[in-house]
């Protein structure tokens, strides 16, 4: 099995620490870092995911997502977040189509990882789903013509309500919406999940579509996968954040 992601990446950053006072210049809290994780995020994220699975992966990605950051300072024992800060979140890019067009069919799936940071067109997707038959989209964008060729689209919840209004039956039939702790919906079937303790949230849907596909190329059936993918996002919303990075400065 061989998959390919497409999309935008940045670095994500967790400094997780504590709090046991607030600043005597203003009402915010003083915080005290203890550790730091480090994670590949967005589009890096569903790769890493991809490959936890036991799969071979390749990423077409911006070469620069290592400068792009978005940092977190965390309550270490309530993983209450303080603050976030995003720096360079406009040096994206813009993705090529011509350094696919000879290997794509050398995978059995691509997924689409489009955070809508400008680094993917509506083209480029019209393009990709038009050169593979089996393409899976996670998309920020509100939809449209130009993503009925991909083979299943999934969004969440507060995209849905976003772009419904633009949704046909055509559209509807190839598309998968993550409601959290509500597990999903497709095809007006909902897949629920059971209650868990949620640490953290972030990635949860780079987790849900790299499980969702990875299944579906071993069964060919989409309501199979969707249960795998459930359970797949449900152990890793469980943890301080993705279980397959690494942790530095601990």
């Known amino acids: 099995m061989n998959i390919l992601i497409i999309g935008e990446s940045c670095a994500d950053i967790y400094t997780y620490g504590y709090s046991s006072r607030l600043s005597p210049e203003a009402p915010v809290p003083v915080f005290q870092p203890l550790y730091t994780n480090i994670y590949g995020g967005m589009a890096m994220n569903v ?15 911006n070469d620069n997502w290592r400068d792009i950051t978005k940092l977190r300072y965390i309550d270490d024992k309530s993983n209450h977040m303080f603050l976030r800060i995003d720096e360079n979140d406009n ?15 050398n995978y059995d799936a ?3 990882s489009d955070y809508n940071k400008g680094f993917l067109t509506e083209e480029h997707i019209l393009s990709i789903s038009e050169l593979h038959d089996v393409v899976f989209l996670d998309t920020k964008k ?3 013509e130009w993503s009925k060729k991909v083979k299943y689209i999934k969004i969440n919840n507060f995209e849905y309500e976003q772009t419904k209004h633009l949704i046909d039956n055509d559209l509807y039939d190839i598309l998968i919406i993550t409601m959290g702790e509500k597990g999903c919906k497709y095809k007006n079937k909902s897949y629920p999940v059971p209650k868990v303790d949620v640490k953290n949230t972030c990635g949860a849907g780079d987790t849900f579509i790299s499980a969702l596909t990875y299944n579906f190329i071993l069964t060919k059936d989409i309501e199979k996968s969707i249960a795998f993918a459930n359970e797949f996002a449900t152990q890793v ?3 301080h954040g993705p279980i397959h990075t690494k942790t530095v400065n601990k």
Request: charge should be positive; charged fraction near 20%; avoid cysteine.
């Open 142 to 144: 509100q939809l449209g």
């Open 237 to 239: 919303i469980q943890n």
């Open 47 to 61: 790769y890493e995911n991809v490959k936890s699975l036991g799969v071979k992966a390749d990423i077409i990605t």
């Open 110 to 112: 691509v997924i689409i």
């Open 91 to 105: 040096m994206y890019g813009i993705f090529n189509l011509d350094q696919i067009k000879s290997i794509i069919k």
